[in-house]
């Protein structure tokens, strides 16, 4: 199945809870619940060390504000991207958050998701 098949209504349906637990987790340096969702091909390209250091000590991944603004989607091949605005409790200003979804053995996972 392609995630293009579904109606913007039907993604966002799925997107906006994967997006907020994200957050959530991002939050509390949950890694372990963070991850859950990853496809394989996300989870082997991941490096470890590096997320782990981005829990312990990035201010703005542990202060995201959990009320987001959804900007769109993006679909191209077997995959979309939902976009949001984001902003810090502790930092001025907003940031881009992306997060790139698709089919991996009849599941909807996550195969990007970044804050710029």
Do not use: C
């Amino acid at each position: 199945m392609n995630i293009n098949d579904l109606t913007d209504e039907e993604l966002l349906e799925i997107a906006h809870p994967m997006w907020d637990e994200l957050i959530k987790y991002s939050n509390e340096g949950d890694y372990g619940n963070f991850i859950k969702k990853f496809s394989y091909g996300l989870l082997l390209g991941l490096n470890e060390v590096e997320l782990g250091h981005q829990f312990a000590h990035s201010e703005l991944a542990r202060n995201l504000v959990e009320e987001r603004d959804f900007l769109g989607l993006i679909r191209r091949g077997e995959h979309v991207t939902a976009l949001y605005r984001v902003r810090s409790q502790t930092r001025e200003g907003e940031w881009l958050g992306r997060m790139v979804l698709g089919y991996e053995k009849g599941e909807v996972k996550i195969f990007a998701a970044s804050i710029f």
